[in-house]
């Protein structure tokens, strides 16, 4: 058997095992356990957000509207993507309000007013 | 289809990873890959769908819906959809032919709620995926895991409900199949029709504009259904609520997540409407009835778990 770490939420004081290559929000579901909201188990809706307070991780990828790259610097991260290399404390903080505009546009095409500008 | 709309032509998806997203739509939805751009999207269609592509999938640092398309009759009525667009006070957007690979031209607009819609007359017809033109088979051999027959429509999230039911009925020739009004009769959800389906595309109200519940794709009966429901099982995929059925249309479902969050919906069966048929109410008071007819209780994630 693989590593495992003892992952603690700090708001609840509940704790579980987490196994090496195991998402944090995967092992807190395998183990019947309820301290971090569950939404798409993907990255991409933001539910599970939860903020490390120490230890050891990496993170797979994640919607930018939910973690950007100051809120990662923070230690803010999804935990369906959030895969512990040491013991961790975590609080959950849960969906928050958009943290990026909208969107990259869609495709490169110009806006009607874009292509006036252009025609200048 | 009074305006000259036909039908739910494609959408565009934002995928974080698109290796494990064609897992996903390819391997266990049963959607068949098309082609590729030189931008790195992946086409792909249900194996019923006569015209080439229904879903583009498109890899970005943030998942959901860059937009969704429905087909119109002809170039003329593409012509005149854009001036009524306009009277309406949309600003519309003006995509030459090939942007999307064998796809005429598109005019795209931003309804009320926040959400990209596109209109388009042309679009390369492939056929049937695996069948002839001349006396075609029941169903072509080869399908892979839940053999998903089409993309069928849309639920989305956004507010301005009232204005993009106008924008929907006055200007696209849509019908308002299904609501849900709350006691001051305000209505929380719309669902809308262009054919005898209970719905093309449905809107329930939320604070954020442009959100993405789920795309959904038809499947031919309640066993289908079951056997996709097993097929999450098998491959571990992130599953929402299900298999159960629906008060709102009475469709049964299922409901689970792609890689990236997009949620999807695998359905069968449900109601029919013409247009001349009154709408079909639902009251906020049985909301949890409306959405799970057998749990009859609203989960948090159906109302928050967007993209």
């Avoid at chain 1, 969107?103 to 095409?109: G, L």
């Avoid at chain 2, 006569?50 to 012509?79: C, H, W």
């Avoid at chain 2, 604070?207 to 259904?225: A, I």
């Avoid at chain 2, 247009?275 to 079909?280: E, G, L, Y």
Wanted: with cysteine; glycine share 10%.
């Amino acid at each position: 058997m693989g590593q495992r770490y003892r992952i603690t939420e700090t708001a609840s004081g509940a704790s579980f095992f987490c196994e090496e290559g195991q998402s944090v929000l995967q092992a807190m579901e395998s183990q019947h356990l309820g301290c971090v909201k569950v939404g798409c188990r993907g990255g991409g809706c933001g539910l599970c957000r939860v903020q490390v307070h120490s230890g050891r991780y990496e993170c797979g990828r994640m919607s930018i509207r939910h973690i950007n790259a100051q809120a990662r610097e923070l230690g803010q991260a999804l935990a369906c993507r959030l895969l512990p290399h040491s013991d961790l404390a975590i609080e959950f903080l849960g969906l928050a309000d958009s943290q990026e505009p909208a969107p990259a546009p869609v495709s490169p095409v110009m806006t009607q007013q874009q292509r006036q500008e252009v025609s200048k | 289809m009074k305006k000259g709309v036909l039908r739910p032509g494609h959408v565009q998806l934002r995928v974080l990873d698109m290796t494990r997203a064609l897992e996903h739509y390819v391997d266990l939805l049963g959607l068949i890959e098309m082609d590729r751009d030189d931008k790195g999207r992946v086409y792909l269609k249900g194996w019923t769908e006569t015209d080439k592509f229904s879903v583009v999938l498109r890899e970005a640092d943030e998942p959901g819906l860059d937009f969704m398309a429905f087909k119109v009759i002809d170039d003329a009525t593409l012509g005149r959809l854009t001036e009524d667009l306009v009277a309406f006070g949309c600003a519309v957007e003006s995509i030459p032919a090939g942007e999307l690979k064998d796809c005429g031209r598109r005019i795209r607009f931003q309804a009320p709620s926040g959400h990209r819609f596109e209109l388009y007359a042309e679009k390369k017809v492939t056929g049937k995926w695996g069948l002839a033109e001349v006396n075609p088979e029941a169903w072509p051999r080869g399908l892979k895991g839940m053999r998903a027959t089409r993309m069928d429509h849309a639920l989305l999230y956004g507010d301005e409900l009232p204005a993009t039911l106008r924008l929907f009925t006055e200007v696209l020739g849509f019908s308002l199949a299904e609501q849900v009004l709350d006691p001051e009769g305000n209505r929380i959800a719309q669902f809308l029709t262009l054919s005898m389906k209970a719905h093309d595309v449905a809107f329930i109200h939320h604070p954020e504009k442009g959100k993405l519940h789920h795309v959904s794709f038809f499947l031919d009966t309640w066993d289908d259904v079951l056997r996709a429901a097993d097929l999450i099982s098998m491959t571990n995929t992130s599953i929402d609520i299900g298999p159960t059925r629906h008060g709102l249309t009475h469709g049964k479902t299922i409901y689970f997540f792609d890689p990236s969050g997009n949620r999807n919906e695998v359905f069968c069966g449900g109601d029919y409407h013409y247009p001349d048929q009154p709408t079909v109410t639902w009251t906020t008071d049985q909301l949890g009835k409306a959405i799970f007819y057998h749990d009859r209780q609203l989960n948090e994630r159906f109302l928050t778990a967007l993209t």
